[in-house]
């Protein structure tokens, strides 16, 4: 089962009740500017969430929306950021390292740093992990007052928001924000306005993050066999090749080590060594013959 | 040893030294205390040039590994010990510069044992600590052959190391390959972060690539330097093939780039005049375009001035192009930048300098140009009159004039450091602003409102109706940040000055303030909005539990004194009207205060609606349950105070605060 909170923006009055609940949930104590902040309203290691206010009275709720594929967990090297079966993306501190890649690969820019403590970590909302696996509901949604928060189970939520939107279809724009964006959100929005400000770039696509980086990483294999009988392969051609050439000049015994090269064993590797043509008959450095 | 040589070290151990000094605040204090990182901008110089461009610098090793054992080329093999113990010093500086920009670096082993096989970073952070290690092992004979070394033990070590070199330099080539190409592949997760002209779906082929070029560059820049300093022996026609070498895959770098761009349709962003457009074209030109066409020309090739100045240019330019996609080219919020704290540079300057120490402490002890068994150095240990006679005199005249330069740097470092952490900063507050306002004064025993007169249903006209008359002013108050939070209230000074005191007021406010803020904020004063306070009335607990018999209600031991510090507790008899949603969670154990203002309204009024609406959502009025039930505006003035946020556009003043809630909590008068 996985859990998840729709955010009714035409509801929501604003007045922080949630981040109040949030704040003293996971007491995070009073907000103070953080280096790189400009004013305290912002999400930050003191504010998992926050109210963004914007003209003619919305307000717009930000918080890490506990993507279905996080970007933050795939991104994590020692896997301190996990997604639980509950639907949240929780953090393992005694794990994390402090690389800030989380931070870099938020499409939302979600993840907070505590840039001025001598031993920072990373700091997100959990959706209450701990409170949903006791079977309660996040502090946020228990505060709201306006029932702009609803929690329950993702598959109903998504029913509900696209039941508000057809029930009301002057009211709300066409879009379940969180239903698609990223592959599938665990925090979903329906607005009166658009809501594309609150990720990078106003249309996030449906392709999962994680899959992005995955194309790359799913090649290492081969690039380590390719490459490994590629060099492999060289070597014994040419150190083969150098070999005979050896015997054939003054019959001297075998070498294990690579012996000086002459210019007919490196015609066939010109593009590592371009120059070759360009002197064709230069002898080898007089250093080259010394044997390693 | 040559003059410019120690002038040189001398350069290099000034900024060990102010690395020393910058790395103690590092590690006293944090990151936000020597850098300009932030949540916008959380990687910076320490991963663009000390990671992304150091890794870059040091593919020379491995490279020319190939080109030599792979390829077997041998008239390269006297680059190929300075280029491995160039790698093997990158990397290590990469470690190093990790342990600076780590947020907890004493875990940088915890990708040893936490594998998370999905991570781009995992695979870079394996492949870099495997590489360290090769590194170290094909460099190992080059140490071994020093004199210190010469036992039978320490002989056989290098026999065998010997035997594995093609297995150590294969295994360089595959790890090389998979981490300069994943350092590309970090950046696969930001598609909509990296501008399109940095970001692409190829960015790991095109990492490799241009680290293979860069790598050569490097290779060759090297051998100059160490002409021009060491007066080490220039190869210079297997300099100018390097060169060429170099073009080539230069060359494929620029068709694979612009090609991939074409490909995606965004060649035209290039071109179209923005700052980014801009920077791309200067970087690809500086970087591969002129570089590779200059090493095309025959003269330019062969003259190592040219070599020199084409080899500079993709060095510079690649770590340039390394800068902007980890940096420059990254999105971040609008108006938040980033540029790196000088302290950043020195550590990043600092380390650099160091590692160039240990190249050139290896270069002047073992045989790392000069590839002849059986050949240690035969300078003497580096003894320059004319240096000594220019500083301190006497046989350790360099020493003390490096360990002099390494004080100078600390000390020098030290004035500009915080050393006490990072400063607090004040809380911006919003200026404040005089307004008209509406003042609603029903006398004594009233509370007087202050009304925001901008409001168009609030107009001195509209109001006049409804209330009696004579009780309604107008004057101007001042709108304010009273707590600091963004969200404006009017406040009315001359009423506080007059309460407070007169003249003799000002410095409640004024004068004992916090440090960084300019006057109190509101909240010092009026807390008990927000916060528990004493209230309780022993003479009605007296009458309603009964009189004198009710005393053992509460004082319930029989022999104890009667006094506050024995009472029972107030919850045990007021367990069910404990606020819901209190602050205060967990009352202290002897607490005989009550639960604040808001807590105790909320507590009181709004689980009773709840409940009423749910019960009899007929009967009761629409949205018995909602805040606006209470905290409406256009309710009676006397329920106005207690609305909470705006409710209409006209309200909303300087973008960010509300007056409307200005007209209420705030602008109540106690």
Known sequence: MSFAILVDITRCIGCEECVLACKDENDLGPDRLRPGQEAVSGLSATRYSTILRYPNDHFVRHQCRHCLEPACVSACLVGAMQKTPEGAVVYDSSLCMGCRYCLVACPYGIPRYEWDEAAPLVQKCTLCHHRLVEGGVPACVEACPEDALLFGERDELLAEAHRRIAQNPGKYVDHVWGETEVGGTSVLYIADMSLGFLGWSDKLGETALPHLTWASLKKVPWMVVGMGSLMGGIYWVVNRRMKLAARAADGAPFHADPVPIDTDAAHFVTDEAPSDTDHPAAPAEERGTDHD | MTRRLTTLKTVLWFLVGVLASVTVIRFA?????????????????????????????????????????????????????????????????VAAGLLYDLGLPWRIWHPIFHWQWHSVLFEVAACVMLYLTVLVLEFLPVVLEHRFFQGEFFQRMVKVLKRFTIVLVIAGIILSTLHQSSLGSLFLITPYRLHPLWYSPIIYVLFFVSAVGLGLMTVVLESLFSNYFLGHKVHKREVSGLGLAASVLLWIYVVLRLGDLAFRGVLGMALDGTWQANLFVAEMALSAVIPAALMLYKP???????????????????????????????????????????????????????????????????????????????????????????????????????????????????????????????????????????????????????????????????????????????????????????????????????????????????????????????????????????????????????????????????????????????????????????????????????????????????????????????????????????????????????????????????????????????????
């Open chain 2, 29 to 93: 204090h944090g990151l936000g205390a020597v850098t300009n990182l932030s949540d916008a901008a959380p990687w910076g110089l320490w991963i663009g040039f000390d990671v992304m461009s150091g890794v870059a610098l040091a593919a020379g090793g491995f490279v020319l590994a190939g080109i030599v054992y792979i390829f077997g080329l041998e008239r390269y093999r006297p680059f190929v010990r300075a280029a491995i113990l160039t790698a093997l010093l990158g990397y290590a500086l």
């Open chain 2, 300 to 670: 330019v090739r062969s003259s190592m001035t040219g070599v020199g100045v084409a080899a500079s240019m993709v060095v510079g330019g690649m770590i340039w192009h390394r800068l902007n996609v980890s940096i420059v080219a990254f999105a971040r919020p609008e108006g938040v930048g980033y540029f790196p704290s000088w302290e950043e540079f020195a550590v990043s300057f600092g380390l650099v300098a160091a590692g160039i120490l240990v190249f050139l402490f290896f270069v002047e002890n073992l045989n790392v140009f000069d590839d002849v068994k059986g050949h240690p150095p035969e300078e003497p240990p580096g003894y320059d009159p004319e240096a000594a006679r220019s500083f301190l005199p006497g046989s350790l005249a360099l020493p003390r004039r490096y360990s002099v330069a390494v004080l100078a740097g600390a000390v020098l470092a030290l004035p500009f450091l915080p050393l006490s952490g990072v400063p607090p900063r004040p809380v911006p507050v919003q200026g404040p602003r005089s307004v008209e306002a509406l003042i609603l004064d029903r006398g004594e025993a009233e509370i007087r409102t202050l009304m925001f007169a901008g409001a168009a249903h609030l107009s001195p006209a509209s109001v006049a109706g409804s209330v009696a008359p004579g009780t309604l002013q107008t004057a101007r108050v001042l709108l304010l940040d009273g707590n600091r939070d963004g969200d404006v209230v009017l406040f009315h000074h001359d009423d506080h000055a007059e309460r407070l005191g007169g003249d003799r007021s000002c410095e409640t406010c004024h004068h004992l303030t916090k440090p960084l803020d300019q006057n109190t904020s509101c909240a010092e004063c009026h807390r008990d909005m927000y916060e528990p306070m004493s209230v309780f009335h022993h003479g009605v607990h007296v009458e309603r539990l009964g009189g004198n018999q009710g005393c053992v209600d509460c004082h319930t031991g029989e022999t104890t004194v009667k006094s506050y510090e024995t009472i029972t507790e107030c919850s045990d008899c007021h367990r069910n009207e404990i606020a819901q949603r209190a602050f205060v969670k967990a009352p202290p154990p002897r607490w005989g205060e009550a639960v604040g203002y808001m807590d105790a309204m909320h507590g009181l009024c709004v689980a009773c609606h709840e409940r009423e609406a749910r019960m009899d959502p007929g009967q009761r009025p629409e949205g018995l349950d909602r805040c606006m039930t209470c905290h409406n505006v256009d309710w009676r003035e006397d329920v106005q105070r207690l609305q909470p946020r705006p409710r209409s556009a006209e309200w909303v003043v300087g973008g960010t605060g509300s007056a409307s809630r200005a007209a209420g909590q705030g602008g109540s008068m106690p």
